[in-house]
């Protein structure tokens, strides 16, 4: 598996489980709004009855508490569908090494890292790639021998003399995603849970 098909594979299924959340957060929020509207038409009944006025600020004051828990609602449907997100691509990611695409996705690791910091004196792996790493490392022709002690999901870390690192591991492309993520899910979530927020009257 190429690594541009791992991320298209990983991008999906992120997609999926955004869909699954935003559904549970439209749902909530659809019964919060259903609520708190079947509460101002029973306000407005009363208001036959009552001081117009104070109904009104009731109506407007509940309208707004129904807004607020609404958001609120998606702002914690928000925060569980990145959770869940980050550790649904965890999981996959903890397969990759087993896939027969894994060599490639390591082999192009291991060069964008050399390329970024050419003067490399250290290439750092897990241990569990120790050999597929040294073959690597050799049929690009490195002078490195690469040393286990890293402990990670895939991917290899680069050291040069002056200090300059590089970590191309998939645990630190999972973290730089998180940005990403969060937007992802953000733009899922408001694409229906807006129409439904602003539904409130």
Not at 5 to 28: I, N, Q, V, Y
Not at 85 to 94: I, N, P, Y
């Amino acid at each position: 598996m190429a690594l541009k098909d791992l991320l298209t594979a990983l991008e999906a299924d992120a997609a999926r489980e955004s869909e699954r959340r935003r559904a549970e957060a439209d749902a909530e929020a659809a019964r919060i709004v259903e609520a708190a509207q079947t509460e101002a038409h029973a306000l407005e009944q009363q208001a036959e009855h009552a001081d117009e006025a104070r109904l009104s600020r009731e109506m407007e004051r509940r309208r707004s508490e129904a807004r607020l828990a609404a958001a609120a609602r998606l702002r914690e449907e928000h925060e569980a569908c990145v959770a869940s997100l980050h550790a649904a691509l965890r999981l996959r990611l903890t397969e990759v090494r087993e896939a027969d695409g894994y060599p490639a996705v390591l082999r192009s690791l291991i060069e964008e890292s050399i390329a970024a910091v050419p003067a490399a004196s250290l290439l750092r792996v897990d241990p569990r790639d120790g050999q597929l790493a040294r073959a690597i490392a050799g049929e690009l022709g490195l002078a490195l021998e690469p040393e286990p002690g890293a402990e990670t999901l895939g991917g290899v870390e680069v050291a040069a003399g002056d200090g300059r690192t590089v970590r191309n591991t998939l645990d630190e492309r999972l973290r730089n995603a998180e940005p990403a993520l969060r937007v992802l899910a953000g733009d899922l979530l408001q694409a229906e849970a807006s129409p439904v927020v602003e539904g409130v009257p």
